[in-house]
């Protein structure tokens, strides 16, 4: 009688586990999902710039010293190589902020000034007019050394952010703050506060945690993304998003999903990405691990996408991938 019993609690328990399975399976499959019908958003890493091998790189790496040999004269994070890269297509543009010592922020990418330019020191330590001075192509070579096609050719090239949002009145910026300095988060509020909604919705930002929950304070309805909001919506969303179940910390966010970890994710990639849309959430698919900002580079890298894939791209070649899908 107890061998009946035992064996009919088995029975219920493997039906129970074969209707969940079904269940999980069909809740998060993209087979019955509507297709998306649009074409992916593509993100302009730097605008359009320079490329370089990713072979040994550090935190530490000057990379305008290991460039690829120039196929375009576009310097990263200047305003003719954002022109260049929404000509090609772009629908978004990155760009990287560092605080200046009058108090405005440049757009440049390294932590100090001695890889790309010709002074040492940080961007702090100089006025924005100071900044302007500048040749910001003046590290660049192919060839370690042996020639500089940029150099001479930068001057006056570093744009500060209130310059980049004068010139672009209509186009979608993805801001990045370079540290993890809160009084850059309220700085940068101060900045973007006195844009309409309208042009406010269409600037992301992104950096360290602290900076980041300063801005979001004081622009709640800012489309934002740190290590600390990326964590809060994808791991409990790893827990229960089987259920369809979306975190409320997934809300009004982005998430940028190394291409390595993206299949593991609850309804990878259609149903997933109609459950970010439905709460405001944009998300933007990065090559690798995500470790280095590494994109999708080259028509063979997007070979890479899942079928019909739709959501965001991050490319540092936006002229060569943009025209498979414009």
Request: hydrophobic share 35%.
């Given at each position: 009688?107890?061998?009946?019993t ?6 219920r328990?493997?039906i129970?586990i074969l209707l969940?399975s079904?269940f999980?399976?069909?809740n998060?499959s ?7 019908d649009?074409d ?7 605008g359009l710039?320079q490329?370089?091998s ?9 990379t305008?010293?290991r460039?690829?040999p120039?196929e375009?004269p576009?310097?990263?994070n ?5 022109e260049?890269?929404?000509?090609n297509?772009a629908d978004?543009v990155?760009?990287d ?15 100090t000034l001695?890889?790309?330019t010709?002074?040492e020191g ?6 924005m ?20 096609p ?8 570093m ?5 980049v ?11 990045h703050?370079k540290?993890d300095d809160p009084?850059?988060g309220?700085?940068?509020a101060?900045v973007?506060?006195k844009?309409?909604?309208k042009?406010l919705?269409?600037?992301?930002v992104?950096?360290?945690?602290q900076?980041?929950a ?14 600390a909001t ?5 791991l ?15 809300e ?6 190394p291409?390595?970890f ?22 933007i698919?990065?090559?690798?691990d995500?470790g280095w ?9 997007l ?11 991050w ?5 060569t991938i943009?025209?498979?899908f414009?």
């Amino acid at each position: 009688m107890e061998e009946l019993t035992l064996k009919k609690i088995l029975k219920r328990v493997l039906i129970f586990i074969l209707l969940l399975s079904l269940f999980m399976f069909l809740n998060n499959s993209s087979i019955f999902t509507k297709d998306r019908d649009a074409d992916p958003l593509l993100l302009a890493h730097r605008g359009l710039g320079q490329t370089f091998s990713m072979e040994g790189i550090t935190g530490n790496t000057c990379t305008a010293e290991r460039i690829h040999p120039p196929e375009h004269p576009y310097l990263e994070n200047s305003i003719p190589s954002m022109e260049a890269a929404f000509e090609n297509g772009a629908d978004v543009v990155e760009l990287d902020i560092k605080p200046t010592k009058d108090g405005q922020f440049a757009v440049f990418h390294d932590w100090t000034l001695d890889c790309r330019t010709n002074t040492e020191g940080t961007t702090k330590e100089y006025t924005m007019a100071e900044l302007k001075q500048l040749d910001i192509g003046y590290g660049y070579t192919a060839d370690n050394g042996q020639t500089y096609p940029f150099r001479g050719k930068g001057v006056g090239l570093m744009p500060s952010l209130d310059e980049v949002l004068t010139h672009f009145l209509d186009e979608s910026l993805l801001i990045h703050i370079k540290s993890d300095d809160p009084e850059e988060g309220r700085q940068l509020a101060e900045v973007l506060a006195k844009l309409p909604e309208k042009r406010l919705n269409q600037m992301t930002v992104y950096g360290g945690d602290q900076p980041i929950a300063t801005i979001k304070e004081e622009l709640p309805d800012l489309r934002v993304m740190s290590k600390a909001t990326l964590k809060s919506c994808l791991l409990p969303y790893f827990a229960v998003g089987w259920t369809g179940y979306i975190p409320t910390s997934c809300e009004k966010t982005q998430l940028h999903i190394p291409e390595k970890f993206a299949p593991w994710l609850w309804g990878w990639s259609e149903k997933f990405l109609n459950r970010m849309d439905s709460v405001g959430t944009r998300v933007i698919l990065v090559a690798g691990d995500g470790g280095w900002s590494e994109g999708f580079d080259n028509p063979n890298d997007l070979k890479r996408l899942p079928s019909n894939y739709s959501g965001g791209i991050w490319t540092n070649r936006i002229d060569t991938i943009a025209p498979t899908f414009k």
